[in-house]
């Protein structure tokens, strides 16, 4: 790597060294791709064809890189990746915080409730079911009757169970 030139400033200002681009990308270990890239967004310092001014350019390199280290470089890519970090450990923590209900018994598998729930509706239809013979055998009720309370209750189950299955159709629907 050569520097250039180095300039005398003006006037009491400091002095500005030149370095060409190559030398510049083996400085910075950036291709000249990358080197181009800076240039177009104020990073790189040019100062003509092939000369970039060294202390302003590795000044900007440097905040740039700390900017983008502590997530407030502004750069496109810094918040995609800082958004996707936060995403990250937001994920991570409801994770945690899932297997950790589900150890202290506060959250059950859906299948487990849906197969509870079958069940209890299941008995409460047998035992409705039942009350027309059970009511036959406890009143002397003429057949007629029993037939009449057996069909209302069986009525009103289908019904029950036909606006159930319109609810869970809407519900899965939204």
């Known amino acids: 790597m050569r520097l250039v030139q180095e300039l005398p400033g003006l006037d009491g200002e400091r002095s500005i060294t030149r370095i060409g681009g190559a030398d510049l990308c083996e400085l910075l270990r950036l291709s000249p791709a990358a080197l181009s890239g800076l240039v177009k967004r104020g990073i ?14 590795v000044g900007n390199y440097a905040e740039h890189l700390r900017g983008i280290a502590s997530g407030r470089g502004g750069e496109a890519e810094t918040l995609t990746l800082t958004g996707e970090r936060a995403r990250l450990a937001r994920a991570q923590a409801e994770a ?43 009143v002397e009720l003429e057949p007629e009757a029993v037939t009449l309370i057996d069909r209302e209750l069986r009525e009103a189950l289908t019904e029950l169970g036909q606006a159930a299955d319109q609810e869970e159709a809407t519900a899965d629907a939204d």
Not at 44 to 57: F, I, P, Q, W
């Open 44 to 57: 790189a310092v040019k100062m003509g064809r092939d000369a970039y001014d060294l202390r302003e350019t």
């Open 96 to 138: 945690v915080e899932m297997k950790n209900a589900v150890a202290r018994g506060e959250l059950v598998p859906a299948e487990e409730v849906a197969r509870g729930w079958s069940d209890t509706l299941r008995r409460v239809r047998s035992r409705i079911l039942a009350v027309p013979s059970r009511v036959r055998q406890a």
